[in-house]
Each structure stands twice: as structure tokens, then as C-alpha cells.
């Protein structure tokens, strides 16, 4: 159990959500209780005092496991299980510690509609659900994985999150706790987290709503809390309090996937996200404004914690919210927080604090908070009635999400609307970093300048995505733009410029050379802090090609390969190595090995259907890249591919009915468009040609493809 003398705060890290503890204080019923789950039956139960649980393992035999350490204490609790080489692994059998009366008290599995067995990376003992890696960084305090020779030899401060956690060393603390020295207002801490000391909030009564008596200068707090509280890879360990996020984490912009086009949570993504999109964010809000980190409690119960910034008598009343008071509807969280449930049993709320927007809905297809509760009405019905209520004067400026969303799937405008976000200071960072990501794939004069100005944002997260978008540009340019980034003050975007233009094989000039030595060696150290992973020796084996070192790349992608056989990067990289060193043969039985361990990826089955074709054999490789088209017939790339041998093949109608079909289903993709245009017109289509084009045109005017083809000219009105 954590304590800390000095603030009295005894026992503060065993009340913490996070707790992670020994198996003696598990909540689970190990009474030799049963479940079944897809005709595997668990069994929990107890042995000489110690936990254990009989369930499908590795081999997906069934076997007796120890319970070593349980994680979490509400609403659900985890439970882990050590396997060969230091592994911790968490079972995906929990135990729902809600009351008997809320439907807890029961054990229940965390993928309840997937078939998952020991195959699948999602299986208990698979990578996906290490401790070491995938939990232990946030549920634990001062983590060192210790990862080396194929196993791990994990140590921590503290198996709970302590208070060092995010306060950092507390040696100093500790002893100014015995004599205290008014003189020193830190206390001993290695960081102050002092951005709200000092400074209030007052409410306007005009607009009912509170501005901040001082800026926020700083996001310190925000981003010892993001450390754990936002989707993010790691790369460096030893986090403390006050130092740059960037320097040991890379957080997740508005991925698809992961966030729905208009930024609202989709897949776990733990709020620091969806946080950074909302005007609270903007207006200098900190977590600690409406959280109480110490006590897990908010600042007020109910709407008066939002009351602290917002006047109650204009927005906690039925003029504003139009619900019954104290009913669900009148509770400002459910309209500007809507949950989102994961792990089965875990709702959690929405931090970008949006006014419900149903129209959206409408336009995007995403969700919107009034449907969320009133689940037997539409989208449509939802609008008409904010509409009614708020009038003409409501809410319906032009939203971020439209600008994604046709980014996401090529539609008209997409360029121009993600070109606008780019260029708007005003918008969220996160916005503008994911706007950059998407801007990437539609080339332009326009794009790159305005990508090639986001190099000097004041956002590391916005450098970070302007660096990346550049490994499109041509060599030559790529080393000039990127030089300067290589002395960012953030590691991560410094690693990022070594490592594009590494990538790109040009490297900066004489007087660089010694900053993009530096930073290639900070992502190389990166790299071998995760080495338990696959993609760090897919990374490695890159970089040791791009050194023009064959035997390193070889070894690295195998090593990938040996730390999962299912991770298809690393096989098509290998066979690719192959065939540049001219053994195709060996680089077709690796991706034919991939396709056995990955289930029939279809990435794999295009990358076999090149391979072959290069060898000739057009009829085996036409197999291959239609199996791969129909497994995603939305991937644009494998349309394309498969499109182009089939007109190879001589079948020009069907690679044109193939190009078509995408384009209705995924959007304008540029290679789609742009090879149905070829297609037709040598169909001598030319009509046809010229609206592929024009289809390429209202997604991106601004291509230069467009500029070596006369587009037909429109009929007049």
C-alpha cells in the first residue's frame, strides 16, 4: 500500500482506479466457479492458498494457470497470469465487480461476440494482452520493462500508482516534510502542478458562461495526465513530471478506427484526445478544474461541477435542456459527455464536450447523445427537435468532421476542406495534425505549402504530422525541409525527421550531418526499448537497409517475424529484401509462411500476387490479387493492383468494372480514378475517361495529374 507522510494521503494508491496488487486481494469469485464461453469452460479456484484458473492456453489445450496479480477495482477487476520469459499476461476472463443488482458479481469475458482462440492475437496469451507492454506503464509506478534475450525481467516501484507517479522522485518531499520550509513553495516536488494556483474562474452574466482570471502558460498537469489517460505508443522510459510528452510518447491523432470522423471516441482512447478538441481545452481548462486527483472524486456532485463555470440558472433548467429536472436528460454529462462502454462493463465519458449536433449525424453517419439515450428514435427526428427548440440562432457553423470524413474516404472537396483546417490556427491542434495525415494523399501545390509551413507550428503533435507528410515529397527536398527538425525541442519529431529522411536516402548537408546522426540514434535506441515488439525490429530491419546492410535487415525482419509469425509487415518486407537481392523464390515461401500464420491476410496475398508476377507466372499471381481484392473489396490499393493484372490479362472490362465498383463503395481514390481514366480511354471511352477525371478533379483540383490531361469542358447551362 502507497502512503505519503508528508500529506497524510495513507492508502491513496490502493483506492485508485488503477490499482494493481498482489492475487490475495482479488474481488473474483475463486470458489470453483465456472464459465463457458464458446464451448471453453474456465474454472476459478483455490489451491494451498494461492488463485488459479484451468482454461485454454498457448496451445489451446486446457491447463491449470496461477493468478499472480489482480489490476483494478471498479466496475471490473483483471487478472494476471506469468508465462515463460517474465510474461505477465492478462486474462480475458474479469470479474465484473458491480453489485449483484446492476448485473455484477460475475465473471465474463472481455471479447463476448468474437470467436478468439489461442491463434488470435487477442487470445489471453497473446501480445496483445502483455502486461509489460500494454499495461504495466500506466498501472504501475516508475516501470522498467527490462526486456532482453527474449524475455522479460519487468521491475517497478510500485505495483499501484503511487504518488511519484505523477509528482515524480519524492526523496526531496519527503525530507522537506520534516522540516518545512515556507520559503520553498514546491514542497520538496520535483515539479510544481500549479497552473490553476492562483487563478479563478468568473462567470459572465451576459453569456452565462466563466473565463479564466489568468491564461494557462503551460500544459503541464495535462500532460502528466496524458501519460496515462491518452492513446499513445511509447518509446522511452523514465517519464517524470515536467518533462516534455513528446519526449517519451507519441499520441494518436484522430485516427480512423479510433475516433469517429467528427472526433467523437469510438475505440478506447482514454480522453487526453478528446480533450484537446474542446473549447475547454481552448479556454485553459485543466483536469484538475473539475477532478480531484487525490480523492478519485469530482469537484462537485452532479451539474455543479459543471455550475463552477456555467451559469445554473441559464443552463441547468429546463429552457436549456428541455428534460424534466433531475431526469437522466437534464444531467449536463449525458448531452455533453455521452458514454461510450468498453471492456464490456466500463462506460466512460466523451472529454470533448460537444454540443449534440444530430444533423451531423445525419451528414457523417457517426452518433450523436440525443439517439444515445432515446434509442428507439433517428437521427432525423433528433434534429427536428433541436431545431425546434433552439431555433434559427442554434448551433450549425461548419464542423470539423466534414472535412475528415471526406478526407477518410475521398469525397468531393476532400482536399480544399482538409486545406482549410491545415491553414485555421484556431482549430484544436489534434484537429490540424490529423488534417495534415489525410492532406498527405492529396498532392498539390496548395497542400504542400501548407503542410511545409506546419513544420514550424508551435504544436509538437502538428510538427509531428508535417514531418511524416513529407516523406511523399522528392528526395532532394526532403533533406532541405527537414534539416531544421532534426534540433526540434521534442524527441519524438526529431526521431521522426532522421528517420523520413533516412527512408528517403538523402542525406542533409555537411553541417547537419552531426544533428541527424544524434537523432537517427535516438530512434534507434527508441527501436531497441521495445525490441519485445515486432514493430521495432521491423523498424530496425529498416533502417538497417536504408544503411545498405542486408544481412541486418534480414535478421531484423526475422526476429519480428519470431516475435509473432502473424505480422504481416515484416513478411512482405523480407520477401521484398528477397527479391532486391535476388531470391525470389525464398521471398515467395516467406509470404506463403504468412499467409498460413496471418489467416489469409490480404496484404499478404497481394504482396505473393506481385512476387509472382515478376516470376512470370501471371496465371497463379491473377489468383492471388483477386483473392486479395475480394477479402477487401474497399481497399482502393488492392482494387488498383488487381484492376491493372486483369487488364494485363487482357480483360480490360472487367478491371474496369473492378475500378468502378471501389470508386462507388470507398470514394475517388486517386490511383483508382486515374487508372479507370487510362482504362476507358483505351476502351476508347473517352467520354467515360473524361469523367473519371472529373471525378479525381472535385476531390482534389489541385492534382498535378490533372495538369498533363485536358479535362472535356462542361456543357453550358
Sequence with gaps: MSSCRACGLAGFAARARDAARHARHGAGDFDDARLNVQGVESRFFRRDGRFFVRTDGPDGQLADFEVKYTFGLEPLQQYLVELPGGRLQALALGWD???????????????????????????????????????????????RKGFDADAFATRWSEISVGCEACHGPGSAHLSWSKAPDASDPSKGLTVALDERRGAHWSIDPASGNAQRSTPRDSERELQVCAQCHSRRSQFAEGYRAGRPFHDHYLPSTLEEGLYHPDGQQRDEVFTWGSFRQSRMHQAGVTCGDCHEPHGQKLRAEGNAVCGQCHAAAKYDAPSHHFHPVGSPGAQCVNCHMPATTYMVVDPRRDHSFRVPRPELSMALGTPNACTGCHRD??????????????????????????????????????????????????????????AIELLGRYPGAAAHDAIRHALRDTDAQVRHAAVTAQQAAAPEHIALLLAPLLGDPTRAVRMEAARVIAAAGALPAPMAMAAFNAAIAEFESAQRENLDRPEAWLNLGNLAGWRGDAAGAEEAYRRALQRDPRFVPAAINLADLYRATGREAQGEQVLRDGLQAALQAP?????????????????????????????????PRHAYVYAVALADAGQRSEAIRVLEENARRAGGSRDVLLALAAFRSDSGDAAGAGQALQSLAAVNPDDPALAATRLPQQPGP
Design 603 to 635: 496484404a499478404l496475398h497481394e504482396a505473393l500476387g506481385l512476387a509472382l508476377v515478376r516470376q512470370g507466372r501471371k496465371t497463379e499471381a491473377l489468383v492471388e490479387l483477386a483473392t486479395a481484392h475480394r477479402a477487401a473489396p474497399d481497399e
Design 377 to 434: 428514435q433517428q437521427a432525423q427526428w433528433a434534429a427536428d427537435a433541436v431545431a425546434k427548440w433552439y431555433g434559427p440562432g442554434r448551433r450549425q457553423e461548419a464542423h470539423f468532421g466534414a472535412a475528415i470524413d471526406a478526407g477518410r474516404r475521398a469525397g468531393p472537396g476532400a482536399a480544399a476542406a482538409l486545406l482549410a483546417l491545415v491553414r485555421d490556427s484556431e482549430r484544436p491542434a489534434i484537429v490540424r495534425a490529423t
Design 97 to 143: 465487480t458491480r453489485p449483484a443488482s446492476a448485473g455484477g458479481q460475475r465473471w465474463f469475458r472481455q471479447y463476448p461476440d468474437e470467436h478468439i482462440d489461442y491463434r488470435d492475437e487477442l487470445h489471453w496469451t497473446g501480445r496483445a494482452q502483455n502486461w509489460n507492454f500494454m499495461c504495466a506503464d500506466c498501472h504501475s509506478t516508475d516501470v
